[in-house]
């Protein structure tokens, strides 16, 4: 393990040209006309795949974005590492918000990446943190050799709920089997702190329609005589919270676990500056649920959003009218206890009772997926935790994190094994926003951990079983 580093080091310039051609390929998943491309993306994984002597590389074809899968079964009594990410990423809009194309990658220096980071679309989630995977296993492959056997599985469809994998994962759960899931798609305290992600919240994703005339009025023959469907959804939507931002919906809390008094103290224990947590976003005052701190609340307290609202005219100018319709997309984070089929039908009666007379109201039902925690206590964490000791020096601290990963519940549950989150990502890259970026050197870190966490969990297992 000692000539890792030096190895990738040395091909550091190769390993990222080899990452750029593939964020190159413009694979996002929620957009039709974005199909053919999200094909090449997963094509070129199972190339590098097939490069590095997995066997049984294949794309499973479903009914949206395939996914990827290769393997490497030596020995039936060594432990088996699942490995999980995915190659689709989100959309691009606002375009004009991006310094250059988001399909261009660049390498550009940043206050907190003073070696470059690149900046593109998927340079950080997924496309850098799984590209680390595969450059791993070339690492481990040119020098000591595989010491476990090891399965991927990169799906396409992370971005819009993970549907399709979902049923792969049932019909195929003895392909699947495994003893570990090693998934890099989160992010770390900071750059010089590691820390294990133990936690991902759930989701639960709606849209609600309201439906007011039958046709958009003229604002001012009509105004003050119907009910305007933007107005009564904007009143509708604010009273989904009290003054204490809790939310209002009758049940949302009924089943939250409070989180134990380890919780809160493993919280407090994250090294968390309220002033920098401020000035990253540029707001002068953090704003939530009465009686808990901000990590509280994004990481174990529940959250629900208007992600978009729209209706009437949003033109250049003005235009007088009275829409017909108005929309939002809402999401609630979730937390143990809270299971999303049940959150989203709670929300959808709440929306109905609260709908008031002179407009209709539609809900539906998007996507979701149940919160996860993780036990620090197993082989997998220890593995986890020396791997990044070895690299950064550091014990890395476990913390619960707020974003979504809804398959690894389901995997979980299907596939009866724990996923380690071993995420390089950090809250200031921007994913999911213009200019997204991942830093080069947690690129290469990434990498190197990695690498060895292979041989710290094949070791503890060896000693275990
Ligand atoms: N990689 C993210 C999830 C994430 C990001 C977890 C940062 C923790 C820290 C993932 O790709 C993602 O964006 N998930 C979505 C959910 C999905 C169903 C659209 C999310 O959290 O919004
Ligand atoms: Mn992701
Ligand atoms: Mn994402």
Redo the contacts with the bound molecule.
Sequence with gaps: MEKFKDYIDKNSERFLNELFELIRIPSISALKENDSDTRLAAELIKKHLLNLGLNNCEICETPGHPIVYGEKIFDENLPTILVYG?YDV?PVDPLNLWDKDPFEPYIKKTKIHPEGAIFARGAC??KGQMFMHVKALEVILKHDGLPCNVKFMIEGE?????NNLEIFVKNNKEKLSNDIILVS???MISKNIPSI?TG?RG?S?MEVEITGPNRDLHSGHYGGTVANPINILSSMIASLHDTNHKITIPGFYDKVCEPTENEKKAGSLIPFSIDEFKESIGIDNEYGELGYTTIERQSIRPALDVNGIWGGYTDEGSKTVLPSKAYAKI?MRLVPGQKWREISSLFSKHIKNITPKGVNSKVTEH?G?EPYVAPTNTIGFQAASKAYEDVFNLKPIPTR??????IIALFEKELDSKTILM?F?LDSDA??SPNEHYGVSNFLMGIETISKFYYHFTNLYKSKY
């Design positions: 995915h989100q989630d997924d992370e971005e819009v709920g993970s798609d989160t992010g992600t991902l989701l994703y999401s996507h997926g994190d707020g974003g979504s990963i809804p995420g990502g994913i999911h």
